[in-house]
């Protein structure tokens, strides 16, 4: 099993075809968000033409540390998180005898447990494609770095290694461990902090091959990417992931023919870590 077949392009030619397109063992992190006090004074006359001083006393954040908080991040040995991915798409169908057009949307929640010493994980995600309301469910499993994913049928072993290779990039742990060794394009502070950076196509491209690719022969196109990390007392707390993307697919269906898919859209993923350093025992499935 490759690692294209991933089931959002089968939903797309399954509605085609019937007509339907359209988730802390308690360690202390240090606090990296501290403020330093800035003081203006401010002179008033009086009636009687004295003066009288007043004291205002400012806030100005400090800047974060990332080397304090990316140590943090490398204490995270296992969490578990929630996430929530929106896909909205342009999907375009043509060949000799077919040509459509349809606006798609999937919503992707997935909740997962991730090992970092055992190199272990299990994935189950609900994919609901609008405004159908197509419901697709998916379990991944991957023990020491090899992937097992649940068909409508049986388990299935991955024999790819690039398979686990991306869990662990793109989780929000591996995103944050990769991300903090470099300079955020900008930074915000509002109780959470949050530090966001841009993602050059070549970074993300890998991920949206994984959901947008049939085939090796599947061009995929990824721009404007975006991270977010968010942080409390140093702790990493979640983030966001986002881009455009774009993908050109031929293939050659029994019923359909020899066809054309194009598909243009944005992902948009919001992550929360709901658990850090509980350990969870991770099985490999019965095939």
Avoid: H
Wanted: charged share 25%; glycine share 6%.
């Amino acid at each position: 099993m490759k690692r294209y077949a991933v089931p959002l392009i089968a939903i797309l030619l399954i509605g085609l075809v019937t007509g339907c397109l359209g988730e802390n063992d308690g360690k202390t992190m240090p606090e990296t968000t501290r403020s330093v006090q800035s003081t203006a004074k401010t002179v008033e006359t009086t009636p009687t033409g004295q003066t009288s001083s007043q004291t205002t006393t400012t806030q100005t954040p400090e800047e974060p540390d990332p080397e304090e908080l990316l140590k943090a991040v490398n204490t995270i040995r296992q969490f578990t998180y929630i996430s929530n991915a929106t896909l909205v798409m342009v999907v375009t169908i043509g060949g000799d005898n077919v040509s459509e057009t349809d606006n798609v949307t999937l919503n992707i929640i997935e909740k997962g447990y991730m090992d970092y010493e055992s190199w272990s994980a299990w994935i189950n995600s609900t994919t609901v494609s609008l405004p159908d309301g197509v419901k697709t469910n998916t379990s991944m499993i991957v023990v020491d770095n090899v992937t097992y994913i649940k068909t409508v049928v049986e388990w299935v072993k991955v024999e790819d290694p690039e398979t686990s290779e991306i869990v662990w990039r793109y989780s929000i742990v591996g995103l944050a461990r990769e991300y903090l060794k470099e300079k955020p394009y900008s930074v915000e502070n509002d109780g959470t902090l949050k530090l966001v950076y841009r993602v050059p196509e070549y970074r993300l491209r890998p991920l949206a091959t994984v959901y947008f690719a049939t085939s090796s022969e599947t061009v995929v196109n990824v721009k404007d990417g975006r991270l977010e990390l968010y942080f409390k007392d140093g702790q990493l707390v979640g983030g966001r992931l986002s881009f455009d993307v774009s993908s050109e697919t031929e293939v050659n269906d029994p019923i359909l023919g020899e066809m054309k898919i194009t598909q243009r859209g944005t992902w948009d993923e919001t992550f929360e870590i709901t658990s850090i350093n509980e350990r969870r025992k991770v099985e490999i499935p019965l095939t």
